[in-house]
């Protein structure tokens, strides 16, 4: 049986194309590390990235309708990020390729068949945060120029850029304001929310953007009703419709007195609800695509280890219809 695990173990790690990158090993702190969660469209599977950026990262995958433990898998090399697509269990990968400075890919990978070979949808500079846009199109943040360039060196020329049959479309006008992380995207284009309680107003500035916001190409940039988005508001990710957001917000709450605690509250459509029981730190949070689900990391300070929360809802409601707190197997070293 540990033979067989070991087979497991390393025949992923060659199929999902690992890569023998020079960098330096990071010292093991997988408690207080971060985790990245992904759900699949019906909410029946679940991914987690942690160790990211790293030598060896981390997957871990659990079929949320069956009575089975974590899987753990290997993943490549310096794995920067993940998403499950529109449908199925398609998992959407970025990491670092051999190659010059900056050389990474975007992979295609079916979570639900992990000894299948995975498919390569683009090779270039700095790709991450994968979201598909339509089937066959997933939009990535990227460097236009070719690997070991100096053009996007400490994260600058970065742009976003529209991924399908292994070309790239960037979308000239994301040059020179990207937020990070994922994207909300919509029809006609994509949008973030800024943190409100990190870009409070000051004397230079008095007035923080509260959505970043930019059109496909052709088409107008989303306009959304910014009027919930109060001076405690964190972040706002919200399902491909915007019928559905769910917003982390700073609550009056202090650990010691001093470290914050943030809260959730949800929006849908007219209706807001506040998710009492759900409190602390997050790393990551997301809503699938038909905002009949979203998942997140959580603990109750950054320092501690994390656990996944996933919540399922019903069209028109807008309290979940459960929330299922997801804790993991002890650590492998």
Known sequence: MRLKKYFLFASISMLLGACDVGKPQYPSRDAALPVEPTISSDGKLL?????????????????????????????????????????????????????????????????????????????????????????????????????????????????????????????KETLGMLPLGTPNVVADGFFWSLDRVLSAPTPAKPNPTQIISYGFPGKEAPQLDVSVLDSKTGRMKCDQKIHRCLINYLTDERINGQTYVYGFKILNGANTC????????????????????????????SEEPRHVVVLRFTPGQCEPTSIQHIQFKESSK
């Open 47 to 171: 991914v987690v990235l942690d160790r990211t950026g790293q030598e060896t990262p981390r997957l871990r995958i659990k079929w949320l309708d069956r009575e089975e433990p974590w899987l753990e898998v290997a993943a490549p090399k310096y794995a920067s990020s993940i998403r499950f697509g529109l449908t199925g269990y398609n998992l959407l990968l970025t990491h670092a390729r051999p190659g010059p400075k900056g050389a990474s890919q975007l992979s295609r990978w079916d979570a639900s068949n992990p000894t299948k070979p995975s498919e390569i949808l683009f090779e270039g500079t700095h790709i991450e945060f994968p979201v598909e846009v339509k089937p066959g199109q997933v939009l990535v943040r990227m460097c236009p120029q070719p690997p070991g360039e100096k053009a996007c060196d400490r994260g600058h020329g970065l742009v976003w850029a529209l991924i399908q049959d292994k070309q790239a479309s960037p979308i």
């Open 274 to 301: 506040v998710l009492s029981e759900i409190k602390g730190y997050q790393d990551y949070f997301s809503v699938t695509p038909d905002g009949r689900a979203a998942v997140m990391s959580l603990s109750r300070v």
